[in-house]
Nanobody, 117 residues
């Protein structure tokens, strides 16, 4: 059974940083694209960052460019999302996902990130 468990969300002031973690079980990252998505209140879910297992490329949503980075620790099967220069527009529930960057097969339960002005 595949499980993705996010952690690290919380309340942060504008301009601050936050690191989200996603602990994966039941899969190996070599076989799946791994990414982060987010959904703000009243908005559709959007891709933030995704690493393609086949191409080795990292895909960025517009919101992430220059501010967010994704990294993987294969030893612990954990994927991280480092976020800097946060703004209130980054407030959302952040989800870890695995499968394909365009259509993930597995989702975590999400972690809330709230950025205060």
């Amino acid at each position: 059974e595949v499980q993705l468990v996010e952690s690290g969300g919380g309340l942060v002031q504008a301009g601050g940083s936050l690191r989200l973690s996603c602990a994966a079980s039941g899969l190996t990252f070599d076989d799946y694209d791994i990414g982060w998505f987010r959904q703000a209140p009243g908005k559709e879910r959007e891709g933030v960052l995704c690493i393609s297992s086949s191409a080795g490329n990292t895909y960025y949503g517009d919101s992430a460019k220059g501010r967010f980075t994704i990294s993987i620790n294969n030893a612990t099967n954990t994927v991280y999302l480092q976020m800097t220069s946060l703004t209130p527009e980054d407030t959302a529930v952040y989800y870890c996902a695995a499968g394909e960057c365009t259509v993930p097969d597995y989702w975590g339960q999400g972690t809330q990130v709230t950025v205060s002005s």
